[in-house]
Nanobody, 124 residues
Framework: QVQLVESGGGLVQAGGSLRLSCATS????????MGWFRQAPGKDREFVAA????????YLVDGVRGRFTISRDNSKNTMYLQMNSLKPEDTAVYYC?????????????????WGQGTQVTVSS
């Protein structure tokens, strides 16, 4: 059974930083693309970033590019999202997701498995 567990969320002031982690089990991590989504109160879930199974290909949406960094450690079956220069509009529940295969377009292809989410709150 595939499990994804997010951690690292919390309350931070605007301009601060957080590092989210997504620990996985139950599958061959290195054969899956990984990604982050978020859902703000009253809004639909939106795609944030994705990384290919090797870690060599990455994509982040415009609103976070330059502030967020996505990475993975295949030896630890874990993915990360380093979030710097946080803004109040980054406040959301952040979910990690995974999709089998070489493609990493989770934004359009969707995901096979999801985590339960971790809350990020940025105060102004």
């Amino acid at each position: 059974q595939v499990q994804l567990v997010e951690s690292g969320g919390g309350l931070v002031q605007a301009g601060g930083s957080l590092r989210l982690s997504c620990a996985t089990s139950g599958h061959t991590f290195s054969r899956y693309a990984m990604g982050w989504f978020r859902q703000a109160p009253g809004k639909d879930r939106e795609f944030v970033a994705a990384v290919s199974w090797s870690g060599s290909n990455k994509y982040l949406v415009d609103g976070v590019r330059g502030r967020f960094t996505i990475s993975r450690d295949n030896s630890k079956n874990t993915m990360y999202l380093q979030m710097n220069s946080l803004k109040p509009e980054d406040t959301a529940v952040y979910y990690c997701a995974t999709k089998y295969g070489t493609g990493y377009d989770l934004e359009h292809d969707g995901a096979d498995y999801w985590g339960q989410g971790t809350q990020v709150t940025v105060s102004s």
